[in-house]
Each structure stands twice: as C-alpha cells, then as structure tokens.
C-alpha cells in the first residue's frame, strides 16, 4: 500500500518529496541536538539530506515502511517525521519520530503518531508495534507513555550510526 495522506486536527501527515529538502536539512537534519538520540547523525552536508530523501521517496510503495512528513496546517510547515516500518529480522513492527527543536514540547509528535498507530491497525491490520529510546532521552519516553507503549526491557540502543552505544528501553503496544 502506498504510503497515504493522514490528517489531524492540526497537521496533515503525507509522503516526503524532493522539494522538502531545505526543510528536512534546515528544520532537523543538520541539527546535532535532535540527533543526539537518534540512530542517524546529524547532516553536515544537504546532499546526505538529499540522498535521505531520494532513498524515502523510494520507500512510498513499499508495504513494509510508512513514512510521513509532518506538516503544520496553519503555516504549511514541515516540523518533523513520524515512520512505522517492518523490522525483519525481529518479525514485528516499531515507531520511529523526530520532529525540529523548534517544534519540541507542543504535543505534535504524540499527535503525529496517535494517527499514524490508527492507520497500523484500521489500514493494515498490525496488531502490536515496538518502540526504543534511549533511556536519557525523556521526551521519547514521554511520547511512548502518552501513546500507551508499556516497559517491556533494557536494551542497547545504538546513536549516531553505531558509534554511541546508549543504555535503551524498549517498550510494546497492542493495538
């Protein structure tokens, strides 16, 4: 199924395309401080951002990965991403988001992502979904207590392209 167009009460969650990269670089990507706890690291350079996107408009038909832009309503901005995506190797479904500093403390990732877990189980059926963070990371630990995730187990977590390794939790949801 290709990845659909979602709305909330204040965004529009939508497939990314090539004219978003200023916004993605700009807004999140060349940001050290939204990737301290991610898997990526930040972009020095717009053409890493560039081949991010080339490689996620690559991915919008695919049944297996459902990434979304997430667009303010009022100001047509793009403030961030939320994903569900099939990890193979572990049999089961996970989340994953980052929205832009400026965007931080709002509700819209929570927002984002109560949408996106609706579609999971109304469109394609997904009855459970895993998410993991880095246990310093409190905003992500309050988004996955806000959407229902309960504490499952410690676990790694890998920053930066492996080159941190965090203490992590690791959280499950029924849906």
Known sequence: MKTPVLETE????????MEDVKDVFEGWESDSDVAKYMTWTSHNDINKTIDWLKFEINQIEKEDWYRFAL???ETGQLIGTGLIYYIHEELCWSIAYNLAKKYWGNGYTIEAMKEILIFAKEELGIKEIIGGYAKENQASENVMRKLGFRYEKDIPYECNNGTVIREGKLHRLNL
Request: aromatic share 10%; charged share 45%.
């Open 10 to 17: 204040r965004l529009i969650l939508r497939s990314f395309k």
């Open 71 to 73: 667009i303010e309503k």
